[in-house]
C-alpha cells in the first residue's frame, strides 16, 4: 500500500443513463480472456477493478446478471453497455475500462485466463498472463486487492 491519497474516479455507459463514482488510488486495469468474459463483452473484457463502495445514479436502469454461482455481471437496461462484474457478497467491482471518463489514468497491468485466449488476436502490453488457475489461486492468496 502506498500513501497515495484516493481520488474520485467516475465512468457513465454509452447513452449515460448509468453513472458511478468511486473513491480509488488504483491505475490498473486488468484484460480478462475467459469465455464468459468474451460473449458478454463482445471481445476481451478489461476491467477496472476496485474493492470498495460504489455510488451510481441512474441505478434503476442497472440490468444485473447472475453469470455463476459467485458473481454477477450488470449492463446499462438502455444502451446495453457492459458496466461491471460483481463478486457476490464481496465489495469486489470489476468496472468496465471502457466506462472510465479518464481512461488516461489506466495503465494495463495483468492479462489473466490467458489458457482461454483465441488466437485471433494478441495484447502487445508487455504484462503478467495469468491461466485461469493460477489467476484463481494468486486471487484467494491475497483476497481482492
Ligand atoms: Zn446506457
Ligand atoms: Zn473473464
Known amino acids: 500500500m502506498t500513501s497515495e491519497p484516493s481520488s474520485t474516479v467516475t465512468g457513465h455507459c454509452l447513452c449515460g443513463a448509468v453513472s458511478y463514482q468511486v473513491e480509488t ?8 480472456h475467459c469465455g464468459m468474459c468474451r460473449r458478454w463483452s463482445a471481445g476481451p473484457y478489461i476491467a477496472f477493478g476496485h474493492n470498495g463502495p460504489v455510488a451510481f445514479s441512474g441505478a434503476e436502469n442497472i440490468g444485473v446478471y447472475k453469470s455463476s454461482e459467485w458473481a454477477e455481471r450488470a449492463f446499462c437496461k438502455v444502451c446495453g453497455s457492459p458496466l ?6 464481496s465489495e469486489f467491482y470489476a468496472l468496465s475500462a471502457g466506462t472510465l471518463d479518464d481512461q488516461a489514468r489506466l495503465s494495463l497491468s495483468k492479462q489473466i485466463f490467458i489458457d482461454e485466449k483465441p488466437d485471433y488476436y494478441e495484447f502487445a502490453n508487455d504484462t503478467p498472463k495469468l491461466t485461469g488457475e493460477e489467476f484463481i489461486a494468486a486471487f484467494q492468496a491475497e483476497g481482492t486487492e
Open 25 to 32: 488510488q488504483k491505475k490498473d486495469a486488468d484484460v480478462c
Open 84 to 89: 461491471y462484474y460483481h463478486l457476490l457478497g
